[in-house]
């Protein structure tokens, strides 16, 4: 308990440092974030992006030593290295009993950062055991790259990319507007409707679409018509990746 309370602290104070007099509410959510997870500001564990609380990378992989094992494969299927395209299923298992927890990452030149192209196998790899650490703990967007670039490394003076604020209780999946969009890509690209809803579940790191944020599947959505115009044969490996009626039953466990 005092450990606990001495990171709760030090978070306090370091977010105050880096971000500046931040309100009693954003206070508050890292002070749950800190309780729930143990995670640290220092430790470049959380970041605070437009207000709003995101883990990172190095916190996901803090959180997941507290599970049995992950195990990550390459999908051979999706995979072409000739176009530097990877596919990688990871599978989180919470404790032996556990039937594992599964998430998909797919990267190529066209879904990657000017910065990591190159390194598309490792970046694949990574989005893999993101999601599925994600999934296993209830976690959702944590990375800036899941929800769009704010800004390259060069660009710091700049004024970075609004992100849509995200609120634990509005759901996104039933908005009319959101909903007719997602529809009019499905049609538009010929995608499998349940294949869409199993990486949309992904992409948001829920168990359920029903259980994703506005902002959540609002930017999946855009994420979706991103691909489908850029590359729509790599967005068609990535749904085909999903086996349908499995997932959920994985996802459950």
Not at 57 to 79: K, S
Not at 94 to 103: I, Q
Not at 191 to 200: M, Q, R, S, T
Request: aromatic share 6%.
């Amino acid at each position: 308990m005092e450990k606990s309370q001495t990171v709760l602290r030090s978070n306090v104070r370091m977010a105050k440092r880096i971000w500046g007099n931040l309100p009693a509410a954003s206070i508050g959510f890292l002070k749950e974030l800190t309780r729930k997870h143990s995670l640290s500001v220092r430790a470049g564990e959380i970041l605070l992006i437009d207000n709003h609380w995101y883990i990172t990378h190095a916190g996901l992989l803090r959180i997941a030593r507290r599970c049995a094992g992950i195990q990550v494969e390459a999908l051979p299927e999706f995979c072409n290295p000739t176009l530097s395209r990877y596919a990688f299923k990871a599978t989180l298992y919470r404790s032996r009993a556990c039937k594992g927890f599964v998430g998909h990452g797919d990267a190529d030149p066209s879904t990657v950062s000017s910065l990591v192209q190159g390194a598309e196998m490792r970046v694949a790899e990574t989005r893999a055991v993101n999601r599925a650490i994600r999934k296993a703990y209830g976690i959702g967007i944590c990375s800036v790259e899941e929800i769009g670039s704010l800004r390259r490394p060069s660009e710091f003076g700049s004024e970075p990319k609004k992100v849509p604020p995200q609120s634990t209780n509005s759901n996104g999946s039933g908005s009319p507007r959101v909903r007719d969009r997602l529809c009019q890509l499905i049609r538009q690209h010929s995608l499998d409707p349940e294949l869409v809803k199993c990486y949309a579940t992904d992409f948001c790191g829920t168990k359920t679409l029903k259980e994703a944020t506005r902002a959540q599947v609002e930017n999946f959505v855009d994420h979706l018509a991103d691909w489908a115009e850029k590359d729509r044969n790599a967005l068609l490996c990535q749904l085909n990746s999903y086996p349908v009626g499995k997932k959920e039953k994985e996802g459950a466990a």
